[in-house]
């Protein structure tokens, strides 16, 4: 049996969730997200909880991941997710321009990155970018898009990093004569 899948999400005021068999669709203040599950997990409402068993004790695995995944979505409609970069580099930046983050990065032209439904991306300084949505999911793979642009190299730190990342430095290469 799994540790998380055994407890209960309880449901916030303001939130409606909708179980027809195995989808799941959750509604809140921010917008809604819609999910379909395996057929091995049950999941019932009861009051104002929501209650993940899976038919066999072996998918310890799938439980934990079902309830953590409606758990997530329940997050995301009520209060949403954000993840921060940081853009480390002598003449990189980072700018808003409509809808488009456009990078300046060392590169012979400027990197644009298109935001798409359901993600705002924000550059509150030349050198923060950050990417906030309700689907935490989304939200991880646009933030990684992003950071892909120009990873950060271990000599300098230079590139674009998650604002909770450390880079591991390397030391640069001895000048001795031989």
């Given at each position: 049996m799994s540790r998380i899948g055994k407890s209960p999400i309880t449901i916030p005021e303001g939130v409606?969730?909708?179980?027809?068999g195995n989808v799941v669709t959750v509604k809140g203040p921010k917008g809604t997200l819609t999910q379909e599950f395996l057929?091995?997990?049950?999941i019932a409402q009861e009051n104002n909880e929501i209650k993940v068993?899976?038919?066999?004790?072996?998918?310890?695995?799938?439980?934990g991941l079902t309830r953590t995944l409606i758990n997530n979505m329940v997050i995301g409609v009520t209060k949403g997710?954000?993840?921060t970069l940081e853009v480390n580099g002598?003449?990189?930046?980072a700018q808003k321009q409509g809808k488009?983050?456009?990078?300046?990065?060392?590169?012979?032209h400027p990197v644009e990155v298109e935001e798409i439904e359901g993600i705002t991306i924000d550059v509150p300084n030349p050198n923060t970018i950050v990417v906030k949505g309700i689907d935490k999911q989304v939200v991880g793979q646009v933030a990684a898009n992003i950071r892909e642009k120009r990873e950060p190299e271990p000599y300098?730190?230079?590139g674009i990093k998650y604002a909770s990342e450390r880079i591991i430095r390397k030391e640069g290469k001895a000048g001795g004569k031989k």
């Open positions: 409606e969730v909708k179980i027809e057929p091995c997990v049950t068993t899976v038919d066999n004790e072996n998918n310890g695995n799938i439980h997710f954000e993840k002598i003449g990189y930046r488009k983050l456009v990078l300046t990065l060392g590169y012979s300098k730190g230079k």
